[in-house]
Nanobody, 121 residues
Framework: QVQLVESGGGLVQAGGSLRLACAAS????????MGWFRQAPGKEREFVAR????????YYADTVRGRFTISRDNAKKTVYLQMNSLKPGDTADYYC??????????????WGRGTQVTVSS
């Protein structure tokens, strides 16, 4: 079983930055594709970014491309989401997720409990 724990959320003004981290347990972290998702109040879960198991093929939603950067450190079993130029529309609960596929499009089987990001205008 894989456990994921997010951290780094908080309150920030528009235009500011935050870095989220997702720490993973388990012996096979380097074999997992990882993704970040978010869910705003009253809305459906939304894809934000993903990265391959070796740190390759980062991909972003159009709404965050150019502002957010996903990265991973397999030695530390941690995935990061650097968020710059934050907008009020980025306000949401942010979740990390793991897939058994190296470069998944879907099929994320393991999820963290989330960390809240609030961007004030």
């Amino acid at each position: 079983q894989v456990q994921l724990v997010e951290s780094g959320g908080g309150l920030v003004q528009a235009g500011g930055s935050l870095r989220l981290a997702c720490a993973a347990s388990g012996r096979t972290f380097r074999g997992y594709g990882m993704g970040w998702f978010r869910q705003a109040p009253g809305k459906e879960r939304e894809f934000v970014a993903r990265i391959g198991c070796s740190g390759d093929n980062p991909y972003y939603a159009d709404t965050v491309r150019g502002r957010f950067t996903i990265s991973r450190d397999n030695a530390k079993k941690t995935v990061y989401l650097q968020m710059n130029s934050l907008k009020p529309g980025d306000t949401a609960d942010y979740y990390c997720a793991a897939s058994l596929a190296c470069d998944p499009v879907s099929s994320y089987l393991y999820w963290g409990r989330g960390t809240q990001v609030t961007v004030s205008s």
